[in-house]
C-alpha cells in the first residue's frame, strides 16, 4: 500500500472547530508525520487539527441532530408544543442567513445588539434575541434560547 506523506501547505479534510463542519483545511504545522494545527479553506481560523469523525460517529452525530431521534429519548416529550422544538425550528431558518466570517466570539464583557452574530464555544453559532437589562441577553443558538451576560 502506497501511502502518500502529507506536508505542510497540503490540503486536508478537518473537522471545522468554527464552522463545526467537515472541511478543506491546509496543513499549517506538523510534528513528525501528524498533523497538528490547519487552517479552514472556509472561515480562514486556525486551529488544532481535529480528524474527520469515522463513517460510525458521522452517522451517530446525525442520528442526535435529529429532533424526534432526541425527543423519543426524553422522558418528558410528552407536549407537542415544545418551545424548545419552536427555537430550534427558528434557528434552523435563520441559519442561511448567518454568515459565520461575520460572527464575533462571544465574550461576557462585551456589548451586542440585537441580530447580533455571535459564535459561542460551547453553543456554537447565534443570533441575539433580545437585551435584558442589566448586563443580560437572549441568544438564539442550535439548541434552543439562551441567557448570556453581556455589558
Ligand atoms: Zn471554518
Redesign the pocket.
Known sequence: MISRKLSAGDIIDAR????R?I?NHRIVAMVEDKVVRVE??????VHNYYPPPTAKEARAAKASKEPSAYRASSPRSGSKKDPVEAERAEWASLRPTMQ?DKAQDYAMNESYRVNSLIHHSVFGLGVVKQLIAPSKMQVLFEDGVKLLRCQ
Open positions: 471545522c472547530t468554527r464552522c463542519e472541511l479552514c479553506n472556509t472561515c480562514g481560523g459565520i
